[in-house]
């Protein structure tokens, strides 16, 4: 499967406790998004990678949260201290290089985290 | 800022009913537009997209058309399917790096 990868699917961890999420993209997609979906709500974008550079952060991006993409390949996500309200599914996407695909991004599963 | 409007659900059809899932949305530029659709416990998959005014997006049997003059991507199915059942995600992205999604309507049909 050469589909947006993304570990774990489902992550339960009691507050206060620090998670960290990783996510493969399309193999030669140099462009990475974040986005954080709530129960009943469409994605919300959380942060952009262009290679390894980190491009944009929103202002839902919290200083708990951080993000990497350290070789321009895959990504993490780590979220300290967690809050019962980080509660959500985790969504990565790619997109190929400028120029270069069409305008749609490709979604990976996911990661559902639940906070207790 | 931009947005994306969609009707609010759920929305329940008995099978090989007619669907349409209205959205609208407010952008600076020309967007494109898109609709994703997601199973239940899943990921986000791409429907459909159209990149410029009167284009149409189909796929699987659904359609939507880019209508610039009404800011409307409307979905439509001429006869739904028990496995159509999921939600669907009105979508658009200007020249910018992001996608911005609506709120999502939930589509159950039924046998």
């Known amino acids: 499967d050469t589909g947006v990868s993304q570990n774990p699917r489902h992550k339960i961890t009691k507050r206060g406790q620090n998670v960290t999420f990783r996510c493969d993209p399309i193999?030669?997609?140099?462009?990475l998004y974040w986005y954080r979906q709530t129960l009943g709500q469409g994605p919300e974008f959380l942060t952009y990678?262009?290679?390894?550079?980190?491009?944009?952060k929103s202002r839902l991006l919290s200083d708990r949260f951080s993000a990497e993409r350290p070789k321009g390949s895959f990504s993490t996500l780590e979220i300290q201290r967690t809050e019962q309200g980080d509660s959500a599914m985790y969504l990565c996407?790619?997109?190929?290089?400028?120029?270069?695909?069409?305008?749609?991004?490709?979604f990976g599963q996911g990661t559902r985290l639940t906070v207790v | 800022g931009d947005s994306v409007t969609q009707m609010e659900g759920p929305v329940t059809l008995s099978e090989e009913a007619f669907l349409t899932i209205n959205c609208t949305y407010t952008a600076t530029g020309y967007p494109s537009l898109f609709w994703y659709v997601q199973y239940p416990g899943e990921g986000l998959q791409l429907l459909l997209k159209a990149t410029k005014a009167d284009d149409k997006g189909s796929n699987k049997g659904f359609e939507a058309t880019y209508r610039k003059e009404t800011t409307s991507f409307h979905l439509e199915k001429g006869s739904v399917q028990v496995s159509d059942s999921a939600v669907y995600f009105c979508a658009l992205r200007t020249g910018g790096f992001k996608t911005i999604f609506g709120a999502g309507t939930r589509l159950f049909v039924k046998a």
């Open positions: 193999s030669e997609h140099n462009r």
């Open positions: 996407a790619s997109r190929p290089k400028p120029g270069t695909g069409g305008p749609e991004a490709f």
């Open positions: 990678f262009q290679n390894e550079a980190q491009l944009e």
